[in-house]
């Protein structure tokens, strides 16, 4: 069972990025897949969420209206479309994958997921 992340580089302020979540060994369209980040210095934060079963997002007030969280179930992958990105959206990003139905109060909640992937980062230069 294994997550890889990918798509994170360098890019200026209001580029966009695409990341992709690919899972092997297990089917992505049972588990709720998140999105977390972490800045140097900061805790890791949730940024985007698609719950299994209806697919119904998540997205931490920051990110709204600039990033999209879509789901491929034929190639096994979720992705993170991220738009108009800013300095403060540097960060390793994370995907992970977990059994959980969340709600509002739990889908950023890091220790709700069962498998994560290695991370990648996104620099924004301003």
């Known amino acids: 069972v294994q997550l890889q992340a990918s798509g994170g580089g360098l890019v200026q302020t209001g580029g966009s990025l695409r990341l992709s979540c690919a899972a092997s060994?297990?089917?992505?369209?049972?588990?709720?897949i998140t999105w977390f980040r972490q800045a140097p210095g900061k805790e890791r934060e949730g940024v985007s969420c698609?719950?299994?079963?209806?697919?119904?997002?998540y997205y931490a007030g920051s990110v709204k209206g600039r990033f999209t969280i879509s789901r491929d179930n034929a190639k096994n992958t979720v992705y993170l479309h991220m738009n108009s990105l800013q300095p403060e959206d540097t960060a390793v990003y994370y995907c992970?994958?977990?059994?959980?139905?969340?709600?509002?109060?739990?889908?950023?909640?890091?220790?709700?997921?069962?498998?994560w992937g290695q991370g990648t980062l996104v620099t924004v230069s301003s």
């Open positions: 992970a994958a977990g059994v959980i139905r969340p709600i509002l109060s739990s889908w950023a909640n890091p220790g709700a997921y069962e498998y």
């Open positions: 698609i719950r299994r079963s209806d697919g119904y997002k």
């Open positions: 060994g297990f089917s992505l369209d049972y588990y709720t």
